[in-house]
């Protein structure tokens, strides 16, 4: 069924595990990642970027996900992803969404704290749970440029989940979207250290391109949901550009999009289990 993100995530944190959420561009990948959450028994989170919307409209992704959420013996969750402005994120609950992020992060931290304070007045009326993000995540997500070194400040995080209500909290400690030039440098004490003081749940961003041993004491040491984008876009590509290169007469998109869907489907259930998520549902 479809849910909000709220027992999901509170379960998570109480049980030690992280809930996978992944990123999903068009029919073929929602119904991958929900196949591999229902053969692994995995809570899960699926989720669009505003570009992404803009590409689908968040109606036909709610549709989408809905549909196949319904089928569901999980519970399967549609989030919105670094929701740009309190618009957006109002347009995403409006459409059926069970769970917005508003991201703040570009902003000081006294206008990151208004900003998402004005969503989660909205969204907690209508029942849905909000994520925020405070310190920068280094590398492009979607048609944000962050700069790099911005990792979060455990104090300042505590202040600002208790000024604004929000039901989880992004973090960053040396994490990047996209994958990483060089070995990435995390600051994984960090998430003891804001753990300690935050009572939230705690989201990890950027995760293609960390190791499992990285995801892993990550969420050992408090993230409850790790974000996972690149690299699925990556496996779907590469799955079609193979399939074309071996049989170059293909021309049904049927067949691409079974392809892509398999190495999807395979990564997401890899990456579940990484989490810790499987078995969970
Ligand atoms: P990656 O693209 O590095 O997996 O980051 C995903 C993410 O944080 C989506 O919000
Ligand atoms: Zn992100
Ligand atoms: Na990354």
Do not use: W
């Not at 749970?129 to 979607?142: C, H």
């Amino acid at each position: 069924p479809l849910v909000t993100s709220e027992k999901m995530l509170t379960d998570a944190r109480e049980g030690g595990y992280a809930v996978g959420a992944f990123n999903v561009e068009n029919m073929e990948m929602v119904k991958a990642v929900i196949a591999a959450a229902e053969e692994v028994k995995a809570p899960v989170m699926l989720q669009t970027t505003p570009s992404t919307v803009k590409y689908g409209t968040l109606e036909t992704y709610f549709a989408m996900v809905s549909a196949e959420a319904k089928k569901a013996s999980v519970p399967v969750c549609l989030h919105l992803d670094h929701g740009s402005s309190f618009e957006l994120a109002v347009q995403a609950i409006k459409a059926g969404y069970t769970s917005v992020m508003i991201d703040g992060s570009h902003e000081d931290f006294e206008h990151n704290v208004e900003l998402t304070k004005k969503v989660v007045d909205v969204a907690k009326a209508c029942g849905i749970p909000v994520e925020a993000e405070l310190g920068k995540v280094g590398g492009k997500e979607d048609d944000l440029e962050a700069e790099e070194d911005g990792n979060t400040d455990p104090q300042e995080a505590k202040e600002f989940v208790d000024r604004t209500g929000v039901s989880s909290l992004a973090i960053a400690i040396g994490t990047a979207h996209g994958f990483y030039a060089g070995t990435p440098v995390l600051d994984k004490e960090r998430v003891s250290e804001v753990k300690e003081l935050v009572s939230v749940p705690l989201v990890l961003h950027g995760a293609s391109g960390l190791s499992d041993e990285d995801v892993k004491e990550c969420v050992r040491r408090g993230m409850c949901k790790v974000n996972f984008a690149t690299e699925l876009r990556v496996a779907y590509t590469e799955a079609g550009k193979k399939l074309l290169q071996e049989k170059p007469e293909t021309f049904d998109p049927k067949k691409l999009g079974i392809a892509g869907m398999e190495a999807v489907k395979e990564l997401v259930k890899e990456r579940m289990c990484v989490c810790g998520c499987n078995g969970k549902a």
